[in-house]
Each structure stands twice: as structure tokens, then as C-alpha cells.
């Protein structure tokens, strides 16, 4: 865009005949041809266009009037142009006026053709005088060059126009727009506006070179510099106009090459990107040859340069087959639809094979390429499926040695890590303790004893529950196998514990492997947390099981119970309630069998056995059988303690030549109960009972059993008892006792007094009330007495009247007592002087020699004096309230009617005793004292000899 180009080129002309150098200077740049004009109209300059136009040479025309030039049938412009200079205001520069007048006029030309010119006047002072300018211009020229204008403003590259001395003399639209200056900005000045001297003096050097060697244009590049100071990247295309040999300006075509060097950038850095991918590219043509090929590619397959495989057809890079199904299977995939993607196996240099992710682009008559090496990725696909079939086997296992033998395999055969443990936490002993090691590990143990294989790192990763990188670099000697120097990898089992491994020299590890033992330490953890549910639910289950045989048992044995209590009323022997009790045992599914043996005497051998579920062969050994010999001890056991005991026997599957079913060893229980049967503290025989279940026989059942056997106990001494009572005749059995450990007999003896025995009552643990009547001694001499009796608990004085006292004593050990235990009644009991008389009654079915023996081995110094056979009366209800009705008064009697009859007696009360008495029009102490007379008459009936009121039973 430069003009001048430092050129001197050679006029023609002669010398100007104006010396003011205004005239070379400003007019001479004008555009166009000039004319300039005193106020008298008079030409004092003429440009060399001027003297072209109209035929003359410029000098020719200086001096003359400018009305010589104009056509004849034209009227005269020069007033007219003189009262426009006058009109026009003046200037204080010595420059051209910016608004000149217009107007079109015909001038004459030298061959006296005319020529339509446009002419426009403007005014000018230089001093101290005043000029008239005159542009003149063809108006043929003028009209081409406005339709030229209106080309060259529509095209979108701009089109410049530069005098001989480098200024603007025409610029288009374009470069009006590019640069932001107005177009009245621009024409006149120097392109130095817009470039700086180095584009400048780089343009005149190529300009020079035009001129010098004739050629027509030239191209370079350089920066615009816009009204806003932006450089604007453009390439210039610049020709050279001379005129008659002379150099006059330039005209040049610049375009913004901005989205051009833009392309061109992102095409440079595309090939960057490409030339330096990871992922091997390349293009081959229509023929399939490799016509580019990235570094990373050649790489993939294993060639020191890209050059290598160039010019090479792409079958290089696959195994025969594998090219064969590209071509066959893939490639028409490609043209039909422009693109594939997928996997393939390549080829390397070397002949080995690889896994590649391949894709495979159609590009003008050629394909793209891309690829990548999915080794490793394979690689982690196959370590996540054997992950995922170690999980399953990981939740299939029910203890945490197998999950974590399990779980230390995988890290060995599945990841790769020969130095590995699992470490679990053990709340006992509060530290992570070693459960499974790889060999590897064991080994480092053995050879590294003071190695603990990262205990500190695996207790921090435990404790903040984050796994622990301790990435050690590797130092030492090379091949060096210390894991000292090695990093180690710890990842938290959940709040289990720490799966551990250490990196060999050998070894790789990446985030990848770590991912990866993060999700086997996952799978670990979650086997053992459903591992402990699962122990958990099955210690629920099985708990809840026995609970629930627990509560069958209970209320089997509440059952028997009742039965029993039932039985009592229809049984009428002891066989038949033995039988009744296994009978509702063996109902139950959780027993199989029940038998009762009865203890007769002292002998180690049962008397008889009555049972349900076993064989009569059975029982019939039993009976011959020591004591010791059955139930494998137990029985034995249960009559030494008078506890239940249980014996467990086990056969296991699979042992000894038991069968196996299925593979697994099972396993058979069967449990044997001993329930001693009391009355009291005497045993009267023993309940045995099988089971093949382990948990019948609970903590809460043996307490049930227990309770069981002195119910049972207590119905067999009732049933004794009952034949007593209801028996037409008895036998009256009368001892002689001179045993001093017996409390009444050493009282008489101390005292010398006489004791009569009154009633004994049976309360809890086999203890007695005894109350006897003291004739001729002090009762605080007895009480003394009695508080030094082995036997005698407590003792107090209940009744003192002048014939006697009452003494009530509560004992665990009496001739009574023992009396009631064997089913017989105590008659009548005196001491006197150190000696006693007893008479008993007991059923004339009773075995008398063994009931003696009974009496015999417990006290000392007892005789059998006399054996009577009499008959016994039984007293009927109705005979019973005959004579109570006897004993009451009127009054009595209606009172007691009334009281029972309203409900005094029920609990709670349905009436009060003043609601009674008001009913009764009585006032309520006499109610109390009819009622009170009353209940002492009917509680003497029934519970005194009877000499004077039958005995009710």
C-alpha cells in the first residue's frame, strides 16, 4: 500500500513557468485536472491533466482566460464563478476549501471537438490574495469511474488507490469497514496511518523489484493497523501505475486473511494434536496404502518410525485373519455407512498380538483410522469378572476364615499380589489379628521375623477407615526383594478389619489396582457383615426355637399338672397315675418316651417301672438293673442329688461307618432326663425321659421338671394317703421311741414333763407344723429347749391355760413328718419321762414289714411294740353337717347363712358388715359376734378329734 517507492522517474516537461512552489506542491496534488484563477478569470496554473484534456499543454494555457475555453453557445461562467469566490467565506490557511461548487460545462478542445466536463470551484488565499480553483473533469471518464466506484465498493476485499507520494487517493467500502477511518479521513493522507515503516519500507523494496523487473503484481502479508489500533492480519496483491514511463502510484486488492490464518492455526494445531495423540491415527487411500501414520501409532505396533509403515498397505498392522475379517466384514460397513467402531486384534512388529479398541472413518476416497491399546482395560475386565465370581463365592461362604482365605486367594490369583494378609479385629483382644496370609506373606513372616507385615499402617487405615497408600520409594540394590523398601497398600474391611498387600520390586501398582482391592475389601466386608446377620439370625432362630420349646414344654408339663390333679380323682393305684403322667408326656412331639421307677427301700434297684414309648423288655431290665447302669449314669445321679439331670449322646454322620447323605456330615442327638420325684425330702421314685432334640431340656424346663417331680411325688403319697382314708379297715402299727434326737423325746426327758401330740401341717420344702400340748413344765424352759434342737426352726407358745400350753414348732425332721411321707397317719404321739408312744394307721393293703424297715433306719432306738388290724369308719357330708348344725345356735347359724348367701365371703366383698347387720335390723358388733362363735364351732368340727364331731375328709 505504498505509493512513493523513493523513486525519481524522468519528466518530459518542460519547467514549470510558476515558481510559488504552492502550485507544486498543493494544486499538483489535486485529483483530477486543475485550474487556477486571479479574480479577473485569468489561468495562472494549469495541470498537465487539464492540458490533456482539451489539447494544449499546460504552459499554452497560462495567461489566458478561462472563458476561451468554453463553447461558444454557452453563456459565460465567469461571472457566475467570480460571484461564487466572492460569495464564499474566507479561509485563514493557505489550503483548499472543502466545499467547492459544482457544475457541467462543454470545453472546446484543440481539435475543436467539445468535451463534456464537470467543473467544480472552490477558493483558496495565499498571500495575501485570493484564487479560484477549478477542477475540471470528463464526464464521460467520471461516469465510468462511478460505475468502476460501484464495482469496486460491492466486492468484499478492499481496493485501494495511492499516489506517487504514498497518499490515498480512492479506497473502496471495504477498506472503509476494515479500518473504521471515513473515507474523507483516508483520501489525502499517508498510508502511513495505516502501516508502520518496517510494512512500508518492506512494500517500496517490492515495489522497486516490480519496477526493475516488469512484472505486473506482487503478493505479501502484513498487519493493518485500524482507527481502534488493532492489527489486522490481510494479504495485499499491489500493482505499479506509470504513465508515460513515469512511476505515479499504486492501486492494490487487500483481503482479511484473519478466518484464514485461523483455519490455517487450527490445521497447524490439529496436526500438533494428531502428530502427538496417544492414540495411533492414520489415513490410507483407495488402494489401502498407509499415506500418514501419527507416532503413536506406529508405537502401538511397534515401529521405531511413522516413515516405516508408510507407503505399507494397513494389513501390516493385523493378523491375517483379523485383515481378513476387516475387509470382509467391516470395510463394507464403512462405505455403506461412513463410519465403525469396535474392537480388533493387531499386530506388533514383533509378531505379537494385542487387544486394540479400533475405529474406522471414511475420508474422501481414503479411511481414517483410529486406535488404542485396550490391553490393560482387558486386563481390569477380567480381573472385575473374576472380582464379581469371587463376591458370589465371598457371600456363599458362612465363617469369616473361609470369607477371608476366600478373599486373600483373589488378591493372589486374581490381582497379582503375592505379599498379601486380611487382618480382622478382635474385640476381645482389641487389635487387628492376622485370619488369612498368601503365601508370599507367610513366607516373608518366617524369613522376616521382626517384619509384621505394615502392622502400623494397617492399624492407622483401620482406625481412619480410609485406605492407605504408603507409596516407599524403591531403593537398593536392583533385584532386591526386601519389602522394606517397597510400597504397601492397606484398605479398610468396613469396621472389620484391614486387607493388607505389599508391593514387590517386581510389581506394578496404580490408582487401577487399588480401585480394585477397594472393591474386593467392599465384598469382603459385606460377606462378613452378612456372615455375623446370618450367625446372628440363626442364634435368633435357634434361640427362638427353644424359647418356643421352652414354652411347649412348660405348658406340657403345666398339662401334666393338671392331668395329674385330674388323675388324682379317677386313680385309684399308682400304676395308673404313673401311666397317665408318660402317657401325656409322650403326646408332646418333643419326647419320645417317659418311664417312672419306683424306689422301694434302700435297694440300688428299682421296685417296678411303669412307662410309655419303651418296651416292657425294656422296663423289665430296668428293674434288674443297677441304678448306676441307666441312662448312662444319669438316673444315678439325679437319686444321689435329688436334681434333674440330662445327659447328651451324639452321633455324627459320616463316623465310625455312619451314613453320609448329600456330602455333608449331619448329626444325631439324644437326650435323657433323670427327674427324681419327691415328697418332701423323700424320694419315691424317678421320672426318665428321651428326647432327640438338644434343646427341650432348657434351663427353665429342668426348673419346670423339677417342680414336676415333687407334684408327682406329692399325688404318690396322696394316692397312699387316699387308700387310708377311704379304706374299710386299716392297720394300727404302735412304736415304741426312746430316740433322744427326737425333739419330744429329749424335752420330756430334760424337763420331765409330758407332750401330747395335737395336728402336724404340711407347708413349703418339706417342712412341718407340729402343735403339741406341754403338761408340767415352764414355757420358756421349753422354748429354751427348742432353741437348741437341731431339728427345730422356730417355737413359740400359742395357748397357755392352767391344764397346759400349746407349743407350735416348725421342723424339717420328725417322726410325723416322715409318717405323712410314707402315706400313713400318726394316730396319737405321747412322750413322757424320756420315752414315747406312736400309733400309726396305714392301709391294710400297705407292705407293713416295709413301712416298719422305713421307720426303722431313720431313728434310732424304735421299736414295733403292736400290730392291729381294725376296722375305720367313714363319716358322710351329710353326717357332718348334721353335726355342725347341732353345735350352732339359731342365731349363729342365719347369720352365717346370711353372710355366705350375700357375699361377704367373696373376694372382693360384695356387702359390707354394717350393710349385713342393717339387712338383718341387727346393729354390727352383734353380727360379729354371732359370725365369729359361728366359724369357730364349724373350723372345731372339722378340725378336731373326733370324740364329740365326726371327721369330715
Not at 896 to 916: F, S
Request: hydrophobic share 40%; with cysteine.
Amino acid at each position: 500500500m505504498s505509493g512513493k517507492a523513493n523513486l525519481e522517474p524522468k519528466r518530459d516537461t518542460p519547467p514549470s513557468r510558476h515558481p510559488d512552489p504552492f502550485f507544486g506542491e498543493e494544486i499538483a496534488t489535486g485529483i483530477g485536472g486543475l485550474v487556477c484563477l486571479d479574480t479577473t478569470g485569468t489561468i495562472v496554473f494549469a495541470g498537465p491533466y487539464v492540458g490533456e484534456l482539451v489539447g494544449y499543454d499546460p504552459d499554452e494555457l497560462f495567461g489566458r482566460p478561462l472563458v476561451d475555453l468554453f463553447a461558444d453557445d454557452r453563456d459565460d461562467p465567469l461571472e457566475q464563478f467570480l460571484e461564487q469566490g466572492r460569495s464564499r467565506p474566507k479561509h485563514q490557511d493557505d489550503t483548499l476549501s472543502g466545499g467547492a461548487l459544482e457544475c457541467t460545462h462543454s470545453l472546446v478542445h484543440g481539435d475543436g471537438r467539445l468535451v463534456p466536463v464537470t467543473l467544480a470551484v472552490d477558493e483558496v488565499e495565499h498571500d495575501g490574495r485570493r484564487l479560484l480553483i477549478v477542477r475540471l473533469r470528463n464526464r464521460t471518464e467520471l461516469e465510468a469511474d462511478r460505475r468502476y466506484d460501484g464495482v469496486v465498493n460491492t466486492v468484499a476485499d478492499g481496493i485501494y488507490y495511492l499516489d506517487s507520494e504514498g497518499r490515498f487517493v480512492a479506497v473502496n467500502d471495504r477498506i472503509v469497514e476494515a479500518t473504521g477511518y471515513e473515507r474523507d479521513y483516508l483520501l489525502g493522507e499517508h498510508v502511513s496511518v495505516l502501516l508502520d515503516d518496517e510494512t512500508i519500507e518492506r512494500t517500496e523494496h517490492r515495489i522497486r523489484e516490480l519496477m526493475r523487473t516488469g512484472g505486473e503484481s506482487v503478493t505479501l502479508d502484513l498487519d493493518v493497523t485500524t482507527a481502534t489500533g488493532e492489527q489486522l492480519p490481510c494479504e495485499l496483491r499491489l500493482s505499479v501505475l506509470e504513465r508515460h514511463g513515469e512511476f505515479v502510484g499504486t492501486v492494490g486488492v487487500v483481503r482479511d486473511v484473519t478466518d484464514r490464518l485461523e483455519r490455517e492455526r487450527a490445521v497447524e494445531h490439529r496436526s500438533a494434536v494428531i502428530e502427538s495423540a496417544i492414540d495411533g491415527m492414520g489415513f490410507s487411500d483407495e488402494t489401502g496404502e498407509l499415506c500418514y501414520v501419527n507416532p503413536a501409532l506406529a508405537e502401538l505396533h511397534g515401529y521405531d518410525e511413522p516413515e516405516a509403515l508408510v507407503g505399507t498397505s494397513w494389513k501390516v498392522l493385523f493378523p491375517e485373519e483379523e485383515a481378513d475379517r476387516i475387509e470382509r466384514e467391516i470395510l463394507p460397513i464403512v462405505l455403506e455407512r461412513g463410519y465403525w467402531r469396535g474392537e480388533a486384534t493387531g499386530k506388533r512388529a514383533d509378531g505379537s498380538r494385542f487387544p486394540q479398541e479400533h475405529s474406522l472413518t471414511a475420508h474422501g476416497d481414503g479411511i481414517v483410522c483410529v486406535a488404542r491399546d485396550i490391553t490393560e482395560r482387558k486386563t481390569r475386565e477380567r480381573q472385575l469378572e473374576a472380582l464379581i465370581e469371587v463376591a458370589r463365592e465371598l457371600m456363599s461362604a458362612d465363617t469369616h476364615d473361609d470369607i477371608a482365605q476366600i478373599g486373600i486367594e483373589a488378591v493372589e490369583n486374581v490381582l497379582e499380589f503375592e505379599v498379601a494378609c486380611i487382618r480382622l479385629f478382635d474385640e476381645d483382644a482389641n487389635r487387628l489379628a492376622f485370619v488369612a496370609l498368601t503365601d508370599g506373606a507367610l513366607e516373608l513372616l518366617e524369613t522376616q521375623m521382626a517384619y509384621d507385615l505394615e502392622s502400623t499402617l494397617a492399624g492407622r487405615a483401620f482406625r481412619d477407615e480410609e485406605p492407605l497408600i504408603n507409596a516407599t520409594d524403591q531403593r537398593g540394590d536392583v533385584g532386591s526383594e526386601s519389602p522394606f523398601e517397597n510400597a504397601s497398600v492397606h484398605v479398610p474391611i468396613g469396621r472389620c478389619g484391614v486387607l493388607s498387600f505389599i508391593v514387590r520390586s517386581d510389581e506394578q501398582v496404580d490408582d487401577n489396582d487399588v480401585h480394585l482391592v477397594e472393591l474386593l475389601a467392599m465384598g469382603i466386608g459385606a460377606a462378613l457383615e452378612r456372615a455375623d446377620r446370618t450367625r446372628l439370625l440363626r442364634t435368633q432362630e435357634r434361640e427362638l426355637r427353644q424359647q418356643h420349646n421352652q414354652l411347649e414344654t412348660l405348658i406340657r408339663i403345666n398339662a401334666v399338672n393338671n392331668e395329674i390333679s385330674t388323675s388324682l380323682v379317677a386313680a385309684t393305684v399308682r400304676e395308673e397315675l404313673d401311666r397317665t403322667i408318660c402317657e401325656h408326656l409322650v403326646e408332646s412331639e418333643f419326647y419320645q418316651s417317659a418311664w417312672i421307677g419306683r424306689i422301694e427301700g434302700a435297694s440300688d434297684r428299682f421296685g417296678s417301672a411303669i412307662g410309655v414309648g419303651v418296651e416292657e423288655s425294656y422296663l423289665d431290665t430296668i428293674t434288674n438293673a443297677s441304678l448306676s447302669g441307666i441312662g448312662g449314669g444319669v438316673v444315678k445321679r439325679a437319686i444321689e442329688s435329688q436334681e434333674m439331670h440330662v445327659i447328651y449322646q451324639y452321633q455324627i454322620d459320616g463316623i465310625n461307618g455312619a451314613d453320609e447323605e448329600d456330602g455333608e456330615a449331619g448329626e444325631d442327638v439324644e437326650s435323657i432326663a433323670a427327674v427324681p420325684l419327691l415328697f418332701g425330702d423323700r424320694l419315691v421314685g424317678v421320672l426318665v425321659i428321651n428326647s432327640v432334640r438338644d434343646d427341650v431340656f432348657c434351663e427353665q424346663a429342668v426348673s419346670g421338671f423339677e417342680s414336676l417331680g415333687k407334684v408327682i411325688g406329692f399325688a404318690q403319697n396322696a394316692l397312699k394317703s387316699r387308700k387310708l382314708l377311704l379304706a374299710d379297715s386299716i392297720v394300727e402299727l404302735e412304736f415304741r421311741v426312746a430316740d433322744p434326737a427326737v425333739f419330744h423325746i429329749r424335752l420330756t426327758a430334760d424337763l420331765d414333763c409330758r407332750c401330747e401330740f395335737q395336728r402336724g401341717i404340711p407347708i413349703e420344702n418339706g417342712r412341718l407344723i407340729t402343735y403339741d400340748r406341754i403338761v408340767g413344765a415352764e414355757p420358756s424352759a421349753v422354748l429354751e429347749v427348742a432353741q437348741e434342737a437341731a431339728h427345730i426352726e422356730r417355737a413359740r407358745v400359742v395357748s397357755d391355760r392352767p391344764e397346759g400350753f400349746v407349743l407350735e414348732t416348725v421342723t424339717s425332721h420328725s417322726l410325723v413328718q416322715h409318717a405323712l411321707e410314707l402315706g400313713t397317719t400318726v394316730r396319737s404321739a405321747v412322750a413322757d419321762g424320756g420315752e414315747g408312744t406312736v400309733l400309726i394307721e396305714a392301709p391294710h393293703t400297705a407292705d407293713v414289714r416295709e413301712l416298719v424297715g422305713a421307720f426303722v433306719r431313720e431313728f434310732d432306738a424304735l421299736e414295733l411294740v403292736a400290730k392291729r388290724e381294725r376296722d375305720h369308719s367313714v363319716t358322710t357330708a351329710d353326717e357332718f353337717r348334721t353335726a355342725v348344725a347341732t353345735n350352732l345356735t339359731e342365731k349363729q347359724c342365719g347369720a352365717l347363712e346370711a353372710a355366705y348367701l350375700a357375699g361377704y365371703y367373696d373376694w372382693p366383698r360384695k356387702t359390707t358388715a354394717e350393710e349385713l347387720a342393717e339387712s338383718m335390723d341387727i346393729s354390727s358388733s352383734t353380727l360379729h359376734q354371732h359370725l365369729r362363735k359361728a366359724n369357730w364351732n364349724l373350723l372345731s368340727a372339722f378340725f378336731d378329734e373326733p370324740t364329740s364331731t365326726p371327721r369330715v375328709e
